[in-house]
């Protein structure tokens, strides 16, 4: 059970369907972290903490935290947290941690990818406000797969927020493209991010050349199956996989559920 390092309040909650809702909390003072990091939140349930690892959705600079939540009716954690309230106390631990960081990709790439599903979306929205991510890549595609349309509502905010950015919506604007895909109705891009890369579907929408281990750096976030037949595809396209401390073509993550 990670450590408990503070209790702080909720400054602001928004549902955005009966499954998703996002939820910010004051910042503590002198806490770090690099965009795309994650750490252990949760509730006193009955005087005991139930923390579940989290990714800052927020940029690091942001003066509070942001993170977005699924809600899982017989969840441990999910079932109370959907009721959180302004100014109810959240309890979190002291140390970000997580392998989706601009500094765990191999340098020379030109184009970045992200790709998730469900809340995995949460450490781009991120690194999507870090400064560092347009510095490093001239062009940026954030993709989301998702049951339904509206499931894609938190993404598509946080496109817009990024874009009248202060401090990076000019290059927001150049660089950063959002591709939303939905699986479970019809829409005008329909299908798993897997099969859209794989028939090449996805460059095509997008109107760019297929994947280039030269070029292309890739991040993942998502179920364990999504991950695992993810990693199949990039593996056959020849993108070298991350591990520990060594920089890659391609780094993931889970996204946390529950
Ligand atoms: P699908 O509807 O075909 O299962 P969930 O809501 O279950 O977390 O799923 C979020 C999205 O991730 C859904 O659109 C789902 O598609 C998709 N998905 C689930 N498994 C995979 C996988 N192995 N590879 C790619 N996408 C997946």
């Known amino acids: 059970m990670a450590?408990?390092?503070?209790?702080?309040?909720?400054?602001?909650?928004?549902?955005?369907?009966?499954?998703?809702?996002?939820?910010?909390?004051?910042?503590?003072?002198?806490?770090?972290?690099?965009?795309?990091?994650?750490?252990?939140?949760?509730?006193?349930?009955?005087?005991?903490?139930?923390?579940?690892?989290?990714?800052?959705?927020?940029?690091?600079?942001?003066?509070?935290?942001?993170?977005?939540?699924?809600?899982?009716?017989?969840?441990?954690?999910?079932?109370?947290?959907?009721?959180?309230?302004?100014?109810?106390?959240?309890?979190?631990?002291?140390?970000?941690?997580?392998?989706?960081?601009?500094?765990?990709?191999?340098?020379?790439?030109?184009?970045?990818?992200?790709?998730?599903?469900?809340t995995g979306v949460a450490p781009f929205t991120s690194l999507i406000r870090d400064e560092d991510t347009y510095e490093r890549y001239d062009e940026i595609y954030l993709t989301q797969t998702c049951r339904q349309i509206k499931d894609l509502q938190y993404a598509q905010q946080r496109i817009e927020e990024a874009k009248n950015c202060p401090l990076v919506g000019e290059d927001a604007q150049k660089k950063l493209h959002f591709y939303g895909s939905v699986t479970r109705e019809p829409y005008e891009r329909e299908g798993r991010i897997t099969d859209l890369i794989e028939s090449g579907k996805l460059f095509e929408d997008l109107g760019i050349s297929g994947l280039n281990p030269e070029t292309d750096r890739v991040m993942i976030c998502g179920s364990m199956d999504m991950l695992k037949d993810t990693r199949v595809i990039l593996d056959a396209q020849g993108l070298s996989k991350g591990s520990g401390h060594k920089p890659a073509h391609y780094m993931w993550e889970k996204a946390f559920t529950g």
């Open 3 to 118: 450590k408990i390092a503070y209790t702080l309040p909720v400054t602001h909650v928004e549902h955005y369907t009966e499954s998703y809702f996002r939820f910010r909390i004051k910042r503590p003072r002198g806490f770090r972290f690099t965009s795309g990091q994650f750490i252990m939140l949760g509730l006193m349930i009955d005087d005991k903490p139930v923390m579940r690892a989290y990714s800052m959705a927020s940029p690091h600079w942001d003066e509070e935290l942001e993170f977005y939540s699924i809600i899982v009716q017989d969840g441990e954690l999910t079932s109370r947290l959907q009721h959180i309230k302004v100014g109810d106390e959240i309890i979190m631990s002291g140390k970000p941690v997580g392998t989706l960081t601009l500094r765990s990709l191999s340098g020379g790439g030109k184009r970045l990818f992200m790709l998730s599903t469900g």
